[in-house]
């Protein structure tokens, strides 16, 4: 039995039945949809390293959450989804890049360029030689984003629990139990410091970002995943009797940061972990793989986590 | 204006009365409008009326000024730092209520925003917002804040946003900018080989200055899923380039101190001081 990318997708899509909606993310970005598919490999994002392990475990089609080209709908500056507000402001370092590109001249002064700065990138070497090694071995990336953060319960914050090994003490004072930033754990009592430490070495990142005195005694967290807006990190500190906050990434520093920052000031005795976006999105890939084994079973599927490359000097 | 604060005002317009009756040469009170009126005429550059990040997060133009602060952020441990100086007025570069656009919908049913607005108004704190005019401004005083601090404006090349400095690897400069910078940052989080030579250094932000033909790309609130993944990308490839991710604070609180020095002539009659905003992001 041979299966194509295209009947995969409409798999998922039938196993979602009326769930299913169109986004503007979910969609192939690479290869062709009617190629037969020889084995999937799911991944929180395609880098070219994992793309060739990919390649030797012999899976000619990626599912991801990121796009293998770093690109993602664009985010007014300083919004929460759902809200539509000033256009987002053009920046100057994007102009700064466009000119860099072009062989150093110093940027022009005014409002930046963002559409120049993109089209510039086209012919960037890293973005070149990606697409071509992705062409070159007939890859099909398959990005399923929307679709997957719709599903409740929420599959990237149960792998996440799992690959913390928390999953057991998870309790929802209210609301749907795993729903996205629903809910707390109960965690080993620890201090802050302590408690980083382990985290860190638990999901082998490289670098882990902690806000609030090290001191601090933890013993309940709330858990977030990927990118945290402002409205996911009111959920989190809100949730009863957390004295921790597990987040992925803040979008922004100086809006998201500066939230905890101020919570912390305001006298709560609490902790804040920023594990990043990798090393909280890629454990609920291995859902996703455990996911699609039940209703694809004519070619392999792995789940092929990238790493977290980061590193601290200090 | 509540009730009280207006009794206050008018009680604090009667003493500065009696003041003036006293010493007559003695000027009128300052008000947060005259600061800001004195920025507007001395920017150089046109006031953007439309901009919807500079302008008043709390206070008014006639809340009087006792003091300026000019910090990167106005958290809530600014303004106790502030209140505890006696300098009301504070001048962020970043928000207050944690939107760019302050939004108040988003926060008007969370605790923390009244505790803040009300720890603000029982301290009779000004904040008021110059981002884009600072930026705007020639020479950028946040940029100039930065290649001052760092001893880096004789590195500069064509590129406003390039240097070549000293050799030097990419792990010894990221604890290079954790020294220098006067807030210190000790959430620096880097991709690539510790021992890449480094002599031509650009600063980035976004994806596509993430390509930038640099030995390394300092780069501020990044986000992960487009300047990690690119960089690791770039690494993989044997790209000779290393990348170092900093805080928002990191790359901008320095420049405030830039902001500092342009606004203490402008206001003779009290203190302007630059309070450094810490990145309060540390690793393990």
């Known amino acids: ?314 | 204006m509540t009730h009280l604060s207006r009794r206050e005002f008018v009680a604090m317009a009667g003493a500065t009365l009696a003041a003036t009756q006293l010493a007559p040469a003695q000027a009128p009170k300052l008000t947060a409008g005259e600061v800001v009126d004195r920025i507007k005429k001395n920017l150089g550059i046109p006031w953007n009326a439309t901009t919807f990040r500079d302008t008043y997060k709390i206070g008014s133009p006639e809340s009087p000024v006792t003091g300026i602060v000019s910090t990167f952020g106005s958290n809530l441990s600014i303004m106790q730092k502030a209140v505890k100086a006696g300098l009301n007025m504070i001048v962020t570069h970043e928000p207050t209520f944690w939107s760019d656009a302050d939004i108040i919908d988003m926060v008007k049913d969370d605790p923390l925003y009244h505790f803040k607005l009300d720890y603000a108004t029982k301290n009779k704190l000004v904040v008021w917002r110059i981002h884009d005019h600072v930026h705007s401004h020639k020479p950028d005083l946040i940029w100039a804040g930065w290649n001052k601090g760092l001893g880096w404006e004789k590195y500069l090349t064509g590129n406003d946003r390039g240097y070549v400095i000293p050799p030097t690897t990419l792990k010894d400069l990221a604890l290079f900018l954790d020294k220098t910078l006067p807030a210190g940052t000790k959430s620096i989080r880097c991709i690539g080989d510790p021992n890449l030579p480094v002599t031509r250094v650009a600063t980035g932000r976004d994806l596509t200055s993430m390509g930038m033909d640099a030995d390394c790309i300092i780069s501020s609130d990044s986000r992960e899923y487009n300047c990690y993944e690119y960089a690791r990308d770039s690494v993989h490839m044997g790209i000779k380039r290393g990348y170092i991710y900093i805080a928002h604070e990191a790359a901008e609180d320095v420049g405030t101190q830039e902001v500092a020095n342009w606004l203490r002539p402008l206001v003779p009659e009290v203190e302007v001081r630059y309070m450094p905003t810490t990145d309060e992001f540390w690793g393990v």
């Open chain 1, 1 to 314: 039995m041979t299966i194509t990318a295209q009947q995969v997708v409409d798999r998922i899509k039938q196993k979602l039945g009326s769930g299913w909606k169109d986004t503007p993310s979910d969609k192939f970005l690479a290869g062709s949809p009617d190629a037969e598919v020889k084995g999937i490999a799911t991944t929180y994002a395609p880098s070219l390293e994992m793309l060739e392990k990919a390649v030797a475990a012999g899976k000619n089609m990626i599912v991801t959450r990121e796009s293998p080209f770093w690109t993602r709908a664009v985010q007014p500056h300083g919004t929460s989804p759902g809200f539509v507000g000033p256009a987002f402001a053009n920046h100057v370092y994007a102009e700064a890049a466009a000119a860099a590109m072009k062989g150093g001249a110093a940027p022009q002064a005014g409002p930046g360029n963002q559409a120049q700065a993109m089209a510039a990138f086209e012919k960037d070497q890293v973005n070149v030689k990606k697409h071509e090694y992705i062409a070159a071995n007939n890859l099909i990336v398959y990005r399923l984003f929307d679709n997957w953060n719709a599903l409740e319960p929420d599959r990237q914050m149960q792998g996440l629990a799992k690959a913390l090994g928390w999953d057991k003490s998870y309790k929802a004072a209210s609301g749907t139990p795993w729903a996205t930033n629903n809910g707390s754990f109960a965690v080993p009592p620890a201090t802050l410091k302590e408690a980083a430490i382990a985290i860190k070495k638990k999901l082998g990142s490289g670098s882990i970002r902690v806000a609030g005195h090290p001191d601090t005694h933890v013993s309940r967290a709330s858990l977030g995943h990927g990118m945290c807006w402002l409205a996911d990190l009111q959920k989190l500190c809100a949730e009863p009797g957390v004295d921790l906050v597990i987040i992925g990434e803040p979008q922004w520093e100086n809006e998201i940061g500066q939230y905890f920052f101020d919570t912390f000031a305001s006298g709560r005795k609490i902790g804040l972990i920023a594990l990043g976006q990798e090393v909280t999105e890629d454990p609920g890939m291995g859902e996703m793989a455990a996911w699609l084994k039940t209703f694809v079973s004519e070619v392999p599927v792995q789940w092929m986590p990238e790493g977290d490359p980061s590193w601290m000097p200090y």
